[in-house]
């Protein structure tokens, strides 16, 4: 799942750096390429997003996190 979190961000930053060079381009073409390489790698990104959630459903039971510890009565 780490790895899956990795690429995920990596995808998210490549996105980010194609929209700005997208941004800054002066020729017609080269804007275009990387606008077209932005909403890919965002598309990506978004097909790695849901294959996370897909195999990995909501760690709750009740509404309350199966991680966290029940509490005592003594901290009540």
């Known amino acids: 799942m780490k790895d899956m979190v990795v690429h995920l961000e990596r995808l998210r930053k490549d996105a ?4 700005l060079i997208r941004d800054l381009a002066i ?3 080269k804007r275009e ?5 932005a ?3 965002k598309m990506l990104a978004r097909d790695v997003e849901r294959a ?6 909501p ?9 966290e510890p029940f509490t005592k ?3 009540l």
């Open 59 to 67: 760690d709750t039971f009740l509404g309350r996190r199966t991680y």
């Open 33 to 37: 390429l990387f606008d077209k390489l």
């Open 73 to 75: 009565e003594e901290d």
């Open 39 to 41: 909403s890919h790698l």
């Open 27 to 29: 020729d017609k073409t």
């Open 16 to 19: 980010a750096e194609c929209e």
């Open 52 to 57: 996370m959630a897909a195999t990995h459903p």
